[in-house]
Antibody, heavy 118, light 107 residues
Framework: QLQVQESGPRLVKPSETLALTCTVS??????????WGWIRQPPGGGLEWIGNIYHTGSTYYNPSLKSRVTIAIDASKIQFSLRLTSVTATDTAVYYC??????????WGQGILVTVSS | EIVMTQSPATLSVSPGERATLSCRAS??????LAWYQQKPGQAPRLLIY???TRATGIPARFSGSGSGTEFTLTISSLQSEDFAVYYC?????????FGQGTKVEIK
């Protein structure tokens, strides 16, 4: 059973960089047909797609975040990561790592609440 | 950007009744539409993909329909565990977008 799990700092200061890692277990990360992505949800708000990455390294980003986002993959560690620079309070959210497929996004991490505050 | 608009924002339904949720896309997404259920403090759960295919383990009371720009999620007979927020998401475009959600609450 494939599982994904987020990890990283839960508190980030304004203007600094948010960095999260997603660890994949129960399956391979370098499998065709799947994208590995990040989705966030501000407190009390809706879902916002951040971006995704294929095992080859090709990426797609939400245009509204593109200038600040980097998603990378480390197949040897079965991990992928999210970096979001120059954060502000509006970046406070629960961040989910996911596996995307043509059959929808069936695999979600439990989510990690990241608060941007000094 | 494909904008997804869900209606209504809140739906008040009695247990055992039928619930119909709508999702409209600003341009065609073919059948590349998924529905998710989210309960407080939990990650979203995939219910439907490809507009009408139930995900693994999803009860038959959940059904999806539609194509192009108009989609519907129907819950035939609401159970207590179905009261939650429901999101639609298009994945026809590389830039995936979600609707703002419909909260299904107990009437």
């Amino acid at each position: 059973q494939l599982q994904v799990q987020e990890s990283g700092p839960r508190l980030v200061k304004p203007s600094e960089t948010l960095a999260l890692t997603c660890t994949v277990s129960g399956g391979s990360i370098d499998t065709n047909s799947y994208y590995w992505g990040w989705i966030r949800q501000p407190p009390g708000g809706g879902l916002e797609w951040i971006g995704n990455i294929y095992h080859t390294g090709s990426t797609y980003y939400n245009p509204s975040l593109k200038s600040r986002v980097t998603i990378a993959i480390d197949a040897s560690k079965i991990q992928f990561s999210l970096r979001l620079t120059s954060v502000t309070a509006t970046d406070t959210a629960v961040y989910y790592c996911v596996r995307e497929a043509a059959a929808g996004t069936a695999h979600w991490g439990q989510g990690i609440l990241v608060t941007v505050s000094s | 950007e494909i904008v997804m608009t869900q209606s209504p924002a809140t739906l008040s339904v009695s247990p055992g009744e039928r619930a119909t949720l709508s999702c409209r896309a600003s341009q065609t997404v073919s059948r590349n539409l998924a529905w998710y259920q989210q309960k407080p403090g939990q990650a979203p759960r995939l219910l439907i993909y490809g507009s009408f295919t139930r995900a693994t383990g999803i009860p038959a009371r959940f059904s999806g329909s539609g194509s192009g720009t108009e989609f519907t999620l129907t819950i035939s007979s609401l159970q207590s565990e179905d009261f939650a927020v429901y999101y639609c998401q298009q994945y026809n475009n590389w830039f995936r977008t979600f609707g703002q959600g419909t909260k299904v609450e107990i009437k």
